[in-house]
Every structure is written in structure tokens, then in C-alpha cells.
């Protein structure tokens, strides 16, 4: 009797049971990539310089106020570059006091400092620069999951590539535009004083305060398709962002019937500064500006002390929805542009199942039949190992969740084509073994092992290969890679393992072998 | 039993040096191509945007093409993509919001309404940064792979054979690059991994070969027999394996080339040429060079004994 054989028919009946597990029900267990039944992936970079230079502008802000608490009369303090800030003291009497006051922004480095001239630059330090870039990152993919999630997709990946990216997909959306819009709106919500003592045909004419801008509200008529710009002047401070919301709710809107509005409810810091505001503001106007653009500008009546406000803007009821999403599920932390999208349909998709499988069945039944047609009893063990190999791949790519694609399926097929290389190098050694005279018994055993080392040569190297595409690959080329690496290793086992524990209790286990079916 | 080969005893290494010769001209025509015609990168290379869609009734090409370029797309490329309806609009960077490209390229059909209906099949875009970074990857994945194979060769034979095995890569490389860029085919994704499997594929059969002459040299059938015999001797012994999987293989790769439909074609057809180049160059790049490369260095040894000598 061989060696070891009850060991060596538990292990494989334990492997067939774990990959029948692990498929067990086919649909649910398989994900099948975008381009098999349809969606939409899409890369975003996220322009973390231009956060960063938002993050320098806020804290240029911060310095000139903290200076002027301090009794220093400044001339100008101002981001210059993407990170760094300038100050121009008034007279460089007070310049220990700026020191001084400039110590407690340890974040950023002090460079070309001219106690003379009273002039001196903040750089953000490189370091610091990557850190915060790394944040709004991470910040970024966690909003854009909240959102996804409240959008409600079924299986939705959402990850970061590389150092600025979010790599996106969206399995079976219907709606790409939307949900393009849902995901890369920045979503900054701020709430700014109107400045009425600027007239707005000064400010259009370039006559503006320093502390003022001017935003335009953008109003489609629904009927002509045209869009409306209608500028005012706002105070560039924001008064109150987006981040002390609460709740975003969808409300149909009171005043126009068949348009939708958005109330939003502020936490208790956002509560208690809306309250001030308002106290201190009656009679003025407050501009509701999202993403740099102006929904309303309400007129404050009185003081609001419950913390509540709505967004009017003439909403279809799904506009409505998605801002109250995005509200809710907060800004993003810089705004993001998007670097490759993929919409496939789901025909299309559905054709390229249908193509595919036609094409992997084809050409498993073509290699099937050869291989019985060439090597009759031995070719039908083959055979066996290859369905076992197509079973473990699945399982396997079932097992890591991985994700089937079209160049995966094509990667499968050609597992198929190579898994049977390595019985091919077997069964040619075992008949050159016999042509030299060696007995059945003995020109298996001298066929497998010559055989092996060369077998395990060619996986290796081939294994390289798979590895070095999965390292390089994006999606598609990357399922490919997994497909080819699974179905080599699993060769490895069917091919060599399986085959000579079949042939075994075939052959080895008679007591007279006179001829080997091969 | 069937066999294809009984105990074959071929001269394909005395050959070598016809086989030089039709290497050297096949790859010369490759790269002549290569560089008159160059290689058409898909949009996931160059950036860009690519509308398949699928319409009811087939209207011809010029027809899409006005209202294309009414709209500000003249530069697209428009193309038949299969059998039937489906038309593959690719629209090159250059507007300055290239992520809405898409968007108005679907409003400009829509608004035609002498094309009829259709339905929009897929939508990519690919920024000019993604698609930069791809062709570096590129690049990047088939040197690391060679550089990969290499090394494993080096340490498992001799430097020889790995410089020969990447050399016969190299070859099949030039070979399949030619024939895309001869055929007017696409260098897309896929057809880069079809590209890193030939690599694949054809050293797996080089390293078949370098086993066979390895186990015989320490066999008492070599000795008396020149190096280019012993390896005419394994590429002989191994030749009904090879014969045989390359067959298997390439069977797969022409029902993939039927069934597969167009997405699958220009992936079937790389595959379909570097498996024929994939299995020649392991007799006749990379053994035939082994051989050569030995005798080379077996001379400069002996020439340099007999300097020796004489001194």
C-alpha cells in the first residue's frame, strides 16, 4: 500500500469541503466586478493643497487677531505661497511682542525674519504639511462612506490609493450623475453677513472692502433651462460652518408649492452662536452659501434661539434629499476632482457574463476532451484535477472576497490552458520512463518526482509574474493577477498532489501492475 | 497509445543560425512598425473619454460625426465596436472640465433625433494624471517582471540562461508590441496582461528546457556529446511536452479569440501570437544563445591557454 493514504484522502476531501463551503450559495458568495454587472467606479484626487492653503488662511487670520489682542499694530498679514504666511508689522518696536505671540503657533517655522524692516514669514513645516494632507485623506474617504451608506448602495467599496486618492465603486447604480454629485460636492456650508454698506454695483465696479466678497446666487428656471446670477456682498468671515449641524431634514417648502427646502438644526455651540448672531444682527440679512454658492439670504427678524434654520432653493424632492445627505454626513475637508470614472451598463454587463462563460466552458471542454482523447484513463484523471482546480479558485476568490472581472475570467481560462501543462510534463515523463523499459510502478514514482522540480521551477517563475501585475495592477489587471496566482498555486496541488494520490489507489495499490492507461 | 513524437531527434540547435536570421527580421519588422506607426494607446494610457453606445437602428458614422462635431467633438474618433449596433465614440483630453465630457457627448446624441434611439452602454473617463502613472506602471511592471525572472534563473541555472531567457522575453515582447501596432489594434489594460503572461508563459518553457540539459549533463548519455548536442538532446526530449502544452494553450487562447467577444479579442490576441513566439524562442533565442554564448567563452578560455602556452 503507498504511503500515508488515509492522510492524503482527508486532506483533499477536507479541501473539497471547505471550497464547497465557502461557494455555497454561487451568487451571493462570488462579487462580480463592475464591468460584469454594471455600476460605476470612479477615482478621486483630493486637492489637499488647496485645504492646506484654507488651513494657512484661517491661521493667518488667527495671528493677525492674536496680534492685535496684543497691542501690535500690523500692516499686513497674508498666506504668500501655498503655506506660508507673510506679516508686515507696522513699526518694529513691537517686534518682541509678535515674537512672542508668534511662539504659540508652534506648527510652523519662523524664516527671514527682518527685526529692521519688522517683517518676518511663518512657514508650515513640511511635516506638518504631510500630516494634515494625510488627514483630510482619511477624512475625506470616512465622508465619502457616510454619504455612500445614506445614499444606500449594496456593497459599495470605498478605499485610498496611494497617497491622495479614493478609489470608489458602486455596484448596480442607476443614476451615475447623481451619484457623482452626491459624492464629490464638497459640501461646505457656511452662513456670512450681507454687507449692506457696500453697494453691490460699487463692489462689481472693484470698489470692495478688504473683508468683503461677492457671491452670486445661480437660480435655473426650470421651464427655459437658463440660469440666473444675481451677485451680493457678503463679509468674507463665516459666522457659522456646516460642522456644528446636527440634523438635516427634508421639508416640503411652505412658500412654493412642489419645491422642497432642507431644515437644518444646529448642536448646542452652533445653537448658542446662531442665537448671538441673530441678537446682534436684527434687521440684517444672512447669506446661506454652499460650495461658494448663495441659496438664500433671509432677513433676521428677530433673535432664533432654538438653533434652527431652513435652506430654501427650490429643491426637486431628490436634490433635497442628496444635500441633506451630504449635510448630514459633513463637508469634505478639500475638494476633490475626479480622475477616471467607469460607468458600464448593466446589458453590458450581463452580455459580458454571457460571453465570457461561453468562452471559459468552450475552452475547458476543448482541453477536457484532448487530454482523455491523448492520455485515455490518465488524461480523465487530469481531467478530475482540473475541475478540482476550478473549484478551489472559486473558492478561493469566494474566501478572500475578491472579485471577479472580465480579464479575471480570461485569467481563468487561461489557468485552465497551464493547469494542464504540468500533467502534460508528468504523463510525458512516465511514458519516456516506460519506453526505457522501467516497470508501471516504477516509471510513475521516477515521473512524478523528475518531474516536479521542473514543475515547481516554472510556478515559481510564473507566480513572479502574477505577483509583480497584482503589486502594479489597478482593478481590472489586478483581477487578473489574483485569478492567475490562485489557480497556479492550486495547479500546484491538483495537478501534483491529487493526480499522484489518484494514480496511487488506481495503480499502486494492485499487486500486479501489468500496464498503465496513459 | 497516440504520440506525436517517438524518441525525436531534430536538429534545431545546428539551425540556429537561419533561425537568427528570421528572429532578426521579425523583430526588425516589428520595430519598424513600432516606430512608423507607433503603437494606439487606449484612452486608460492617454486620458480621455470613451462612450459605447448601442443603437436601435444602426445610423452610418458621418451622421454621429455631425452632430459630434456640432457640439464641439470634432476631434473624436468614431468606431464600429462589434458586430452589430455599437458604436465606441472616443473623445481625447483637451476641454478644460474633461470629467463633463461624457455628460455632453450623451446630450448632443440625445438631442439628434435623426439617430434614434439608443442606450448608453459605458461611459469612462481617464484623467490625464491616471493615465500618465499608468504608462510609467507599465513600463515599470515589465521591467520589475524581466528583472524578476532574472534573478530567479541566475540562481536557479547560471547568468547565462537567465540573460538568454530574458533576452528570448524581450523577443516575444517586440514580437507581440509589432503585431498590435501592424494590425491596428489597441494597447489597452488587458492587453498589457495578456503581455505579462506571454512573459510568463515564455519563460516557463525556456526553464523546461534548461531542466532537461541540466538533469543530462550528469547523466552518462552526455558525455561525449558537444554542448550544442546536449541541448539539441533536451529540446528533443522535452519537445512532445512542449508541443503538447502549447497546443492545449493555445486551443484555449482561439476559443477565447471566437467566443470571447470584442472585449476579450485584442487580450486573446496577444496571447495567440506570443504563444507561437513563445514557444520558438525557447529553442531558438534563448537555448540557441546558451549555446552560443558557451562556445564564446569556451574559445576565449582556450585561446588564452594556448597564449599561455606559448609563453
Known amino acids: ?518 | 497509445m497516440i504520440e506525436i513524437f517517438r524518441n525525436p531527434h531534430y536538429d534545431f540547435i545546428g539551425k540556429r543560425k537561419w533561425a537568427y536570421l528570421a528572429s532578426l527580421v521579425i523583430t526588425l519588422i516589428g520595430l519598424i512598425s513600432l516606430a512608423v506607426q507607433g503603437l494606439r494607446y487606449d484612452i486608460d494610457f492617454t486620458g480621455g473619454t470613451l462612450v459605447q453606445l448601442r443603437f436601435e437602428e444602426k445610423p452610418s458614422i458621418q451622421k454621429i460625426r455631425a452632430s459630434l462635431t456640432a457640439a464641439g467633438f470634432g476631434e473624436s474618433v468614431i468606431q464600429e465596436f462589434g458586430e452589430s449596433r455599437e458604436y465606441i465614440i472616443r473623445v481625447p483630453l483637451g476641454s478644460t472640465t474633461p470629467e463633463q465630457v461624457g455628460r455632453r457627448v450623451e446630450q448632443a446624441l440625445a438631442a439628434d433625433p435623426s439617430l434614434g434611439k439608443h442606450e448608453i452602454r459605458r461611459v469612462e473617463f481617464v484623467g490625464p494624471q491616471v493615465g500618465k502613472d499608468l504608462q510609467w506602471q507599465a513600463i515599470y511592471a515589465v521591467l520589475a517582471g524581466m528583472v524578476g525572472i532574472l534573478l530567479y534563473i541566475a540562481l536557479r541555472f547560471d547568468l547565462k540562461g537567465g540573460v538568454a531567457a530574458v533576452v528570448a522575453v524581450f523577443h516575444d515582447v517586440i514580437v507581440c508590441l509589432g503585431a498590435i501596432s501592424l494590425t491596428h489594434r489597441e494597447f489597452s489594460l488587458p492587453v498589457l496582461a495578456a503581455l505579462l503572461t506571454i512573459i510568463g508563459y515564455s519563460v516557463n518553457d525556456t526553464i523546461v528546457a534548461y531542466d532537461r540539459l541540466r538533469e543530462n549533463r550528469g547523466k552518462y548519455g552526455a558525455r561525449g556529446r558537444n554542448f550544442a548536442e546536449q541541448m539539441n538532446d533536451a529540446v528533443n526530449q522535452t519537445l512532445s511536452r512542449t508541443v503538447l502544452t502549447s497546443l492545449t494553450t493555445f486551443m484555449s487562447t482561439v476559443i477565447l479569440l471566437i467566443f470571447g467577444g470584442k472585449v476579450l479579442e485584442d487580450f486573446a490576441f496577444v496571447l495567440f501570437i506570443g504563444i507561437i513566439t513563445g514557444t520558438y524562442s525557447t529553442t531558438y533565442v534563448a537555448a540557441a544563445l546558451v549555446v552560443d554564448w558557451t562556445y564564446y567563452v569556451e574559445g576565449r578560455v582556450r585561446r588564452a591557454k594556448k597564449a599561455v602556452a606559448k609563453a
Open chain 1, 1 to 518: 500500500m503507498p504511503k500515508y493514504l488515509g492522510w492524503r484522502v482527508g486532506l483533499v476531501l477536507a479541501v473539497v469541503a471547505v471550497s464547497c463551503w465557502y461557494l455555497y450559495p454561487p451568487r451571493r458568495t462570488i462579487n462580480l466586478g463592475l464591468d460584469l454587472q454594471g455600476g460605476i467606479h470612479l477615482v478621486l484626487g483630493v486637492e489637499t493643497d488647496k485645504a492646506i492653503a484654507a488651513h494657512v488662511d484661517r491661521a493667518a487670520a488667527d495671528i493677525k487677531s492674536a496680534l492685535e489682542r496684543k497691542g501690535v499694530a500690523v500692516a499686513r498679514v497674508a498666506r504668500e505661497g501655498n503655506a506660508t504666511i507673510t506679516a508686515q508689522l507696522a513699526s518694529p518696536q513691537s517686534w518682541n511682542d509678535a515674537i512672542t505671540v508668534t511662539n504659540d503657533y508652534s506648527t510652523f517655522e519662523r524664516r527671514n525674519a527682518d527685526q529692521a524692516a519688522g517683517r518676518f514669514q511663518l512657514a508650515l513645516s513640511e511635516r506638518e504639511q504631510r500630516r494634515l494632507g494625510d488627514d483630510f485623506v482619511r477624512q475625506a474617504v470616512e465622508t465619502i462612506r457616510n454619504r455612500v451608506d445614506q445614499f444606500g448602495v449594496a456593497e459599495p467599496t470605498i478605499t485610498r490609493q496611494g497617497d491622495d486618492r479614493v478609489l470608489i465603486q458602486l455596484p448596480g447604480i442607476q443614476d451615475p450623475e447623481r451619484a457623482k454629485a452626491l459624492i464629490g460636492k464638497t459640501a461646505l456650508l457656511e452662513f456670512k453677513l450681507v454687507d449692506d454698506r457696500t453697494p453691490v454695483e460699487a463692489a462689481l465696479a472693484g470698489q470692495l472692502p478688504d473683508t468683503s466678497e461677492i457671491i452670486y446666487q445661480r437660480r435655473t428656471d426650470k421651464d427655459t433651462k437658463t440660469e440666473r446670477r444675481t451677485p451680493y456682498v457678503v463679509h468674507k468671515r463665516a459666522l457659522l460652518t456646516g460642522a456644528e449641524l446636527t440634523r438635516a431634514e427634508v421639508q416640503a417648502d411652505p412658500n412654493s408649492p412642489g419645491n422642497w427646502q432642507v431644515a437644518i438644526e444646529f448642536n448646542p455651540v452652533g445653537t448658542r452662536i446662531f442665537g448671538e448672531v441673530t441678537e446682534q444682527n436684527v434687521g440684517k440679512q444672512l447669506a446661506i452659501i454652499l460650495d461658494g454658492n448663495l441659496y438664500s439670504a433671509p432677513n433676521i427678524n428677530e433673535r432664533i434661539p432654538g438653533g434652527r434654520a431652513v435652506i430654501t432653493g427650490k429643491f426637486s424632492i431628490d436634490e433635497a434629499r442628496d444635500l441633506a445627505i451630504v449635510l448630514r454626513a459633513g463637508a469634505l475637508p478639500a475638494p476633490v476632482a475626479i480622475l477616471e470614472e467607469r460607468t458600464v451598463g448593466p446589458s453590458l454587463g450581463a452580455d459580458s457574463v454571457r460571453q465570457g462563460m461561453i468562452a471559459i466552458v468552450a475552452s475547458a471542454a476543448i482541453v477536457f476532451l484532448f487530454m482523455v482523447v491523448y492520455y485515455r484513463l490518465s488524461g480523465f484523471i487530469a481531467d478530475v484535477a482540473l475541475g478540482l482546480n476550478l473549484l478551489i479558485l472559486l473558492a478561493c476568490m469566494a474566501a478572500f472576497g475578491a472579485t471577479l472581472t472580465l480579464p479575471g475570467i480570461a485569467g481563468i481560462a487561461l489557468t485552465i490552458g497551464m493547469a494542464v501543462d504540468t500533467n502534460i510534463l508528468i504523463f510525458e515523463r512516465i511514458r519516456e520512463e516506460l519506453r526505457v523499459g522501467k516497470t508501471p510502478r516504477s516509471a510513475i514514482d521516477a515521473g512524478f518526482s523528475r518531474a516536479l522540480r521542473t514543475i515547481i521551477d516554472t510556478h515559481v517563475t510564473v507566480l513572479v509574474t502574477a505577483a509583480i501585475l497584482y503589486n502594479f495592477g489597478t482593478g481590472p489587471v489586478k483581477g487578473f493577477a489574483v485569478s492567475l496566482f490562485v489557480g497556479l498555486s492550486a495547479s500546484l496541488f491538483t495537478a501534483v498532489f491529487f493526480t499522484r494520490l489518484i494514480f496511487d489507489v488506481v495503480y499502486m495499490g494492485r499487486r500486479k501492475l501489468q500496464a498503465i492507461s496513459i
